[in-house]
């Protein structure tokens, strides 16, 4: 017998497709650096997709410790044709305020459904989100520091 409400596992199967989509979206940035040489920004963004990636699975194994279905949707297709830098950073930070956004209406909704033994993944991404903005942020701070593109890849550093 299902322990979370078909409305939460359904709001959480919609989550997963968000997560999977930032992981398309930011794979797609990575390779944008990675043809032009910015090797360090390429990695940046590759591992913030390995983090989506991770968080769909924090989601699924939620749902299906709580007896709930997992599924898969269809992933949109990502903006893969950017112009500069400057565009791309400006694009993950507005991608991350709308992820929290996303996070934030999952944990109204836990509280209106009264679906207690949730709150503290949401709550884990609550804080995530938090980090997330500010890693990008930080980063819009210190690019518009440079005048040179490859200078500031050499100064990209991102460790997990």
């Known amino acids: 017998m299902a322990k979370i409400s ?5 709001a959480f ?5 968000e997560e999977l989509e930032s992981a398309y979206l930011y794979l797609g940035m990575a390779v944008w650096f990675e043809e032009r040489t910015l090797d360090n920004l390429a990695n940046w963004f590759k591992m913030q997709a390995e983090e989506e990636f991770a968080h769909t699975m924090k ?5 299906v410790e709580r007896g709930g279905s997992v599924h898969y949707p269809a992933l949109a297709e990502q903006k893969q ?8 950073l400006e694009a993950s930070y507005a991608h991350e ?5 996303k996070i934030i209406g999952l944990h109204d909704s836990i509280r209106e459904l009264k679906e207690y033994s949730s709150i503290y993944l949401i709550q884990w991404f609550l804080e995530e ?13 210190k690019y518009k520091g440079y005048k ?5 890849d050499h100064h990209v550093k ?3």
């Not at 989601?59 to 749902?63: A, L």
């Open 129 to 141: 989100q938090v980090e997330e903005e500010d890693n990008i942020s930080s980063l819009i701070d």
């Open 13 to 17: 199967n919609a989550q997963i497709k």
């Open 6 to 10: 078909e409305k939460l596992n359904n």
């Open 81 to 88: 044709d950017w112009t500069n830098i400057m565009e791309i």
């Open 59 to 63: 989601f699924k194994s939620h749902i």
């Open 158 to 160: 991102r460790v997990e």
């Open 97 to 101: 305020k709308y992820i929290t956004e």
């Open 148 to 152: 040179n593109d490859f200078n500031f």
